[in-house]
């Protein structure tokens, strides 16, 4: 175990109690409670030396999210448009640190797209990274 911190589960129907030395016991609290309550949300805040050294905080995306850019991303061909696909992962992960909102909106892919490659695949490269997205996300979305 990490840090070499012994675990064991006592699995009660929906119920499991974890314990582990120096954590003390999570009793009562369902499996199912635990995962709905915790904060999985990740980030990593991205430095943009060319964009007059801004700095944008890249979000993990939601399920929702993700499920709702294959509509977006997928042609009529069920292929991914590949500048859409790193559009969609740009608008829908970037956020302002300061302030949490969405920094960009649908309507601002097209002209995102016109900007240099470097910050659009930086961040890109990190949406990728903190939602779970490993480099084949585009081939498989195209299987699916």
Do not use: Q
């Not at 801004?54 to 991914?80: I, Q």
């Not at 649908?106 to 939602?131: H, N, Q, Y």
């Amino acid at each position: 175990m990490e840090n070499g911190m012994e675990e064991s589960v006592a699995a009660k129907g929906n119920e499991s109690e974890i314990e582990s030395k120096g954590k003390g016991v999570v009793a009562g609290v369902s499996l199912r409670d635990r995962i709905k309550h915790s904060c999985d949300i990740r980030h990593e805040d991205v430095a943009i030396p060319e964009w007059d050294n801004c700095v944008v905080r890249v979000t993990s995306m939601s399920g929702k999210e993700r499920a709702a850019g294959f509509e977006y991303y997928l042609d009529k061909k069920g292929e991914v448009d590949r500048a859409r696909f790193i559009g969609y992962l740009v608008v829908a992960c970037c956020t302002d640190p300061a302030t949490g909102e969405k920094v960009f909106g649908f309507d601002d892919i097209d002209w995102l797209m016109e900007k240099s490659t470097g910050p659009i695949e930086k961040l890109a490269d990190a949406a990728r990274k903190v939602s779970g997205l490993g480099e084949m996300a585009v081939v498989d979305a195209e299987k699916n």
